[in-house]
């Protein structure tokens, strides 16, 4: 079968993950192009991964460069213009979270991908692709743990990255937009529904900085979802051990946890300490499966010409839940989620 040929917007810290599977790991795809406001990154991109055709500006990428797809992996502001041009264009797109940055952005974006149900349109909400992930969906559609009632996430970031997030907290949309996303599509994936109510809150006790800018270092959301479940989000940056991605998903029959310990490998380590087990130190290293599997899967539906499970209206959806709960903790008190 024909090589999918993929050119790549946005070649920072997650972009150039993406571009080193398409590059080299990703048989059915081929790496062709690439663009960057960045000069430094094209020059990464001819020296580390081979591409030539680079581009400072995206719309001259889409209509000179030799591409059947395209990844987008800029910033966020900019996935929706992007979605909307590449598919236009007539390209397939790969978008990484979140959709969008506001609900008119995304609505345009539902718009873009309706036009064009002859292309493929991903949106990548990657943890459904991690191995672990996607085996606790398999065990609660087989029924093992009954019906799921309620999800438990926790997402916190490592402390070693606090002064990036303190710099970005300002622009950042507060704590729930800014890395709830994943945990809010996780909910709505295992739970089959959508919330309808909303509490959030927040707790600051170590970085005064997030506080003088209207946000909190650690952010928590309570969710009554429409068919009676409940979901349960702890957001944080301040992880002293490493990178906390954990969910529990709690049914009638039973319950799963997915990485209740947010370990690096099965390597134990005796020594002075004790038995440690070392933890992840980043996304990078903890879904770097998932990163690669989501875009097999991408690369596979374009071959195939099969929709993706995960579509523009899971981007939509979790974006409003994630500033539904912005709302209701900078008010206080229960949220209606209206859609
Ligand atoms: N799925 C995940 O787990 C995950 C993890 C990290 C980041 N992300 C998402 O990936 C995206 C990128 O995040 P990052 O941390 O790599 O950001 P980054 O700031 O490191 O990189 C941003 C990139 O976008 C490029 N860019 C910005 N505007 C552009 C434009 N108009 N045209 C072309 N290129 C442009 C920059 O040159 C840079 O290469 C964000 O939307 C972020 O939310 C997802």
Not at 22 to 36: D, P
Not at 84 to 91: Q, R, T, V
Not at 252 to 260: F, M, N
Request: with cysteine.
């Amino acid at each position: 079968m024909k090589k999918v040929k993929v050119g790549i917007a946005g070649l920072g810290r997650l972009g150039k993950e993406h571009a080193k599977n398409l590059a080299f790991k990703i048989a059915n795809a081929e790496l062709t192009a690439a663009c960057s406001i960045v000069p430094a990154e094209l020059e990464f991109a001819k020296n580390e991964l081979g591409v030539t055709d680079v581009y400072t500006d995206y719309n001259e990428m889409l209509a000179k460069a030799d591409i059947d797809a395209v990844a987008i992996v800029t910033t966020s502001s900019q996935h929706c213009w992007q979605i909307a041009a590449a598919l236009d264009a007539g390209k397939h797109v790969f978008s990484d979270k979140p959709l969008g940055v506001t609900i008119e952005e995304c609505k345009m974006a539902e718009a873009a991908v309706e036009r064009h149900p002859e292309l493929t349109f991903f949106l990548g909400f990657m943890r459904r692709f991690d191995p672990s992930y996607a085996y606790a969906m398999e065990k609660i559609k087989a029924g093992l743990i009954g019906k799921p009632y309620m999800v438990k996430a926790t997402g916190i970031d490592p402390e070693a990255l606090v002064q990036g997030a303190i710099k970005f907290a300002p622009t950042s949309g507060g704590i729930f937009i800014d890395m709830a996303i994943h945990d809010i599509d996780l909910m709505r994936w295992f739970l089959g529904s959508d919330p309808v109510e909303v509490y959030a809150t927040g707790a600051t006790f170590k970085h005064p900085e997030f506080k003088e800018c209207g946000d909190d270092e650690t952010g928590v959301a309570m969710y009554k979802c429409a068919n009676g479940s409940i979901g349960f989000v702890h957001v944080g940056r301040t992880a002293p051990y490493g990178y906390h991605v954990e969910t529990e998903v709690v049914g009638t029959e039973g319950t799963l946890r997915i990485s209740p310990v947010p370990e690096k490998n099965l390597c134990m380590i005796y020594d002075k300490n004790g038995a440690v087990k070392e933890c992840v130190s980043g996304f990078p290293e903890r879904f770097a499966d998932a990163y690669r599997l989501e875009m097999e899967y991408f690369i596979d539906c374009v071959q195939k010409g099969v929709k993706p499970e995960v579509t523009v209206y899971d981007g939509t959806k979790s974006t409003q839940i994630a500033f539904a709960t912005t709302e209701a903790y900078k008010k206080g008190g229960i949220l209606k989620i209206e859609y």
